[in-house]
């Protein structure tokens, strides 16, 4: 017997895809809570019963690479260094090709990052990950990671233009030679 999803999951599960398309495709800040509503077919009420404004649906277009990232940063968390940044390294190359989509959007929302509390829990993994991938508590290893990672998630940008082990190969190369092995 098929498993079928309630209704109001359905309809969340479609704000979050229209709204993820339309944060890449025009930018989190040209998207308003109508434009979402009228992509996923509902109206803005609906969208404002499943989230508490534009913010909170962007926490949920992030979500599912917050929880990868989180969950990344739990399995080196405590790790001696060489084998936590090899780790982190691994799958940062992993989450960047997986979550390409999500990165442009990330991009497009840094001038104002600061400015959105329910997705600070990202951004706290975001900078741990730098000292992870810099292998050290080195000030400049610690730009450098963060420089790398900068630069990295500006390739996973626009899927499509590079293939999934196009991308993961720059990624990685990219990290090792730029990062000092701890």
Do not use: W
Not at 20 to 34: E, H, I, P, R, V
Not at 44 to 62: C, D, E, S
Not at 142 to 151: F, K, S
């Amino acid at each position: 017997m098929a498993v079928t999803t309630p209704a109001r999951e359905r309809t969340r599960h479609e704000i979050v895809r229209q709204a993820m398309d339309l944060f890449q495709a025009k930018g989190y800040n040209a998207t308003s809570l109508q434009d979402i509503a009228t992509a996923a077919g509902c109206s803005k009420a609906t969208v404002l019963y499943h989230f508490h404004g534009k913010p909170a649906v962007l926490a949920a277009v992030l979500e599912p690479a917050a929880v990868d990232l989180a969950a990344l940063i739990r399995t080196v968390d405590g790790l001696p260094r060489a084998v936590a940044q090899e780790i982190a390294i691994q799958q940062f190359t992993d989450l960047a090709v997986k979550h390409r989509g999500v990165v442009q959007v990330v991009q497009d929302i840094l001038p104002v990052i600061d400015e959105i509390p329910e997705i600070s829990g990202l951004i706290t993994d975001g900078m741990q990950l730098s000292g992870f991938l810099a292998g050290s508590d080195d000030q400049l290893e610690r730009d450098l990671a963060t420089l790398a990672i900068n630069g990295l998630l500006g390739e996973c940008r626009h899927p499509g233009e590079r293939t999934d082990e196009e991308l993961r190969t720059l990624c990685d190369t990219a990290l090792r030679r730029l990062l000092k092995r701890a």
